[in-house]
């Protein structure tokens, strides 16, 4: 009788203990291997360092493939290249439109002409980059 | 434990080399071999030609100093290492150049392949000197090298200017053709506007007639330009003074296309404009 009531005071003193100090999964956890452990042999020192080590090579490991596939990504991608605005040339508005202002043909030649321009402003007759090397030629040992 | 801190380690060993294998392995894509490519190789063999050409001038004014066998064999590796360095500054540079050509359109199908065998001709050469450099024994032998090289650069020259020349030909010929093409097409659209007889086209055809004349100026530019660059000689000392002029002869031929392509705009506005009728008493 004595013990029957000694355990049904236990039981009510655990569920007497407040939500925060029940423990937590990972606390669970943790007494558990601890518990394995402890059945099984007992790791030693050097298996503890053998896990950090191993531990250790495979968090590098992550981090080296995250840092190589976000570079090969990068890599992949030129780099937008936003085309500088031109300045449009100031042109007067007809006041007296002909037939032909609509015409499909006229209004597309007059585009036409002005991609031309655009060329025309934009090419580069200097070629400076390309100019020839500037290169030693006399080699000798005379003083 | 143990196989599998091996297994492990060797796993990690894997990952250090995949990251180190270089990115064009990594992404099997053979980058292809543009003119980029082309004239950043020649860019970097000139950065080694100039370190090589520093060292170079250290190592003979050391030599003419002291005159010792040391400072003799120094000499000679420097300057051996510097010559290797200048032919494959002009092996490189030919390169890109012919790259450059490959990739401008307007060029003249005759002229590109004729200067497509030169430059070929002078890369093989180039090549061929720079690895019988290493067979030279003596500081005598690099400088008869060097000679030789000397004397070529002068022929190689030429050919480098007519093909800059060339590069720009392209380029004007390429907006030449695209305003002849515009030209056509108006040509067309004023017979058109003429047999109906609903607008006067007497303005439009004097801005085309104007337009086909400074064409016509621009040709004789760029022609003026490449008849200065193949009466080049190798002898010449100012090359690069015959190259500056006929480049001005360019710029004043793309004047030219500038003014006919304005003209063509006045056109196309003249024929959007409707007529003025005249007051008749």
């Known amino acids: 009788m004595a013990k029957e009531k000694e355990e049904i005071i236990s039981q009510d003193f655990e569920a007497q203990i407040p939500e925060e100090e029940k423990p937590n999964f990972w606390e669970k956890t943790k007494r558990k291997i601890k518990g394995i452990s402890a059945k099984g042999k007992s790791i030693s020192f050097r298996d503890k360092k053998l896990f950090l080590v191993i531990g250790g090579v495979v968090i590098i490991s992550i981090l080296l493939i995250i840092f190589v596939r976000s570079s090969l990504r990068i890599s992949r991608f030129k780099p937008l290249v936003f085309p500088s605005p031109s300045p449009s040339p100031y042109e007067e508005e007809i006041t007296n439109p002909s037939i032909y202002a609509t015409d499909s043909a006229v209004?597309?030649?007059?585009?036409?002409?002005?991609?031309?321009?655009?060329?025309?402003?934009?090419?580069?007759?200097?070629e400076t980059g390309l100019n020839p090397p500037v290169l030693d030629m006399e080699v000798n040992f005379e003083e | 434990m143990k196989r599998l801190f091996i297994s492990l380690t060797f796993v990690f060993l894997l990952i250090i080399f995949y990251c180190l294998l270089p990115q064009r392995l990594l992404s099997q894509e053979t980058p292809a071999f543009d003119f980029n490519r082309a004239y950043e190789d020649?860019?970097?063999?000139?950065?080694?030609?100039?370190?090589a050409h520093n060292e170079y001038v250290t190592a003979r004014e050391q030599y003419l100093t002291y005159k010792t066998l040391t400072a003799k064999t120094l000499a000679l590796e420097q300057t051996l290492d510097m010559l290797q360095k200048r032919d494959e500054s002009v092996r490189t540079y030919l390169t890109a150049l012919r790259m450059k050509m490959a990739e401008t359109t307007?060029?003249?199908?005759?002229?590109?392949?004729?200067?497509?065998?030169?430059?070929?001709?002078?890369?093989?050469?180039?090549?061929?000197?720079?690895?019988?450099?290493?067979?030279?024994?003596?500081?005598?032998?690099?400088?008869?090298?060097?000679?030789?090289?000397?004397?070529?650069y002068d022929k190689t020259l030429i050919l480098i200017y007519q093909t800059l020349g060339i590069i720009l030909e392209g380029k004007e010929n390429n907006l030449k053709?695209?305003?002849?093409?515009?030209?056509?097409?108006?040509?067309?659209?004023?017979?058109?506007?003429r047999e109906k007889e609903d607008k006067d086209t007497t303005i439009a055809e004097r801005w085309l007639l104007e337009a086909e004349n400074k064409l016509t100026r621009g040709q004789e530019k760029i022609d003026e330009a490449i008849n200065i660059l193949d009466m080049m000689k190798p002898h010449d000392r100012d090359k690069d003074g015959e190259y500056s002029q006929s480049q001005k002869?360019?710029?004043e031929s793309h004047l030219y296309l500038k003014e006919a392509n304005s003209f063509l705009n006045e056109l196309i506005r003249e024929i959007k404009t409707a007529d003025v009728l005249e007051k008749t008493d």
């Open chain 1, 107 to 126: 209004l597309e030649i007059g585009e036409r002409l002005k991609e031309i321009n655009q060329d025309l402003d934009q090419t580069d007759l200097k």
């Open chain 2, 42 to 51: 020649y860019q970097y063999t000139y950065g080694t030609y100039r370190q």
């Open chain 2, 106 to 152: 307007g060029i003249l199908n005759y002229k590109q392949n004729t200067l497509y065998l030169k430059l070929d001709a002078e890369v093989n050469w180039y090549t061929e000197h720079r690895d019988n450099l290493s067979s030279a024994g003596t500081l005598e032998d690099l400088v008869k090298s060097s000679a030789e090289a000397e004397s070529r």
């Open chain 2, 177 to 193: 053709d695209q305003i002849n093409e515009q030209i056509e097409l108006i040509e067309g659209k004023i017979t058109q506007i």
């Open chain 2, 249 to 251: 002869l360019f710029q």
